[in-house]
Each structure stands twice: as C-alpha cells, then as structure tokens.
C-alpha cells in the first residue's frame, strides 16, 4: 500500500511518517510553505525524508499568507504567544481552515500517484485549540475523500485519539531522531522554549520520560 503523509517536520508527524515506514507502506510525505513565520521546518521534513530515503514534495501557497489573514503564523505583525495549548491566547496561531486546504492537496496527489491513504498526525492535545483537528472534522474529511473522486481513497488519522506523550513513546520506539524535528513558531536559529509549541514539546518529552534532546533559548521551563 502507498501512503501518502502530510508531513511538517515536527515531532508528530515525523513519529507518523516512521510508523508508516515501519509498517511496510511504500511511504512518500507532502508538506507545505504557506508563508509560514516557522518555514525552517521545511529543512528538517526535507532532511529527514532523505535520511529515510521517501520520496518528498514542497509545495508552495505562500499566497495563502496574504489571505488567511489574522494568524500569528503568518502575520508577522502579530506576535507568537507564550504559553501553553490550553490557554487562550493560543488562538492567536490558528491558521483558517489550513488543514482542509493540505488535506485536499494532498489527497488530489494521491489519487494521482496511485496512493491508497493519505495520513495526517493530528492527534488529542490539539483538540481545544485548532477545531480542524478534532475528530469530528477526520470524519468529515474522511467522508469527503471517499466522495470527492469516483477512485476512492483512505483518509487516516491515527492519532487523533491519543496524547503527544504518547507519540513521543512511539517515537522512541521507533528510534525517531527527534533532535531533528522541528517545532518552535517563532522560527528562530533554535526552539525558543516558551511558545506554545515548544511549552508542549517540552512536556509531552517529560511526561512521556523519554530525554528530550532539544537545545532551547529559554533553558528551564517556568511553570509558575
């Protein structure tokens, strides 16, 4: 089976892109510059798709910056929040409807390269804050890959049930070379330590009890 994933760079769907492999899917990955102020997480899904040998495509929508307007992520004129996904503040990182816009990508590749899945990481700790990672919209997508061709093909989301701690346990598992990945926003020369991003990698690495071989700015979490 071919599995396409929409892949990052970043930790979840960096586990993804290793489970496919280890599974014996013939895998490829799709990832995106939108404009994003992060892009250097190009470099890391770019060198990790040639370390494992995956055939991989950039595709660019740098005009969606100009568009999908209101998101730190793309807005330098706003600021990256600190703080964790649970707070409100997170918000300010939500890029509208930027999944259904890489998922129908991503989809349309693969109905064209003959894939029979297309694999997104989103998974449980992203719920309350970006509504395009909820369960209720897989299901929907998914619903919508079956319908949107008259070859049909396999919308997967594996994690969408589990935690980030626990991805990071698969990922050990599988040997993922997270000091490779990427996550910060602010897309600095290294993780700044106090983004949302960064405060949930920091944590799922804790919880998981797994050493976490990131190199941040801010080098001890405050957790007052």
Known sequence: MKTLVVYSGGIDSTVLLYDVVASGDRAAAISFNYGQRHVRELDAARAICADLGVEHRIVSLTELSQLLTGSSLTDPSIEVPDGHYTDSTMKATV?????????????????????????????????????????????????????????????????????????????????????????????????????????????????????????YQEPVLDKT
């Open 95 to 215: 890029v509208p409807n930027r999944n259904m816009i890489m998922l129908s990508i991503a989809i349309g590749w693969g109905l064209s390269s003959g894939a029979e899945r297309v694999a997104y990481a989103a998974h449980g700790g992203d719920h309350a804050i970006y509504p395009d990672c909820r369960p209720e919209f897989v299901y929907a997508m998914q619903k919508a890959a079956a319908l949107c061709d008259w070859n049909e093909i396999e919308l997967s989301a594996p994690f969408v049930g589990i935690t980030k701690a626990d991805i990071v346990r698969r990922g050990m598992e599988l040997s993922v070379p997270f000091e490779k990945t990427w996550s910060c926003y602010k897309g600095g020369e290294q993780h700044c330590g106090r983004c949302g991003t960064c405060t949930e990698r920091r944590e799922a690495f804790e919880l998981a009890g797994v050493e976490d071989p990131t190199t």
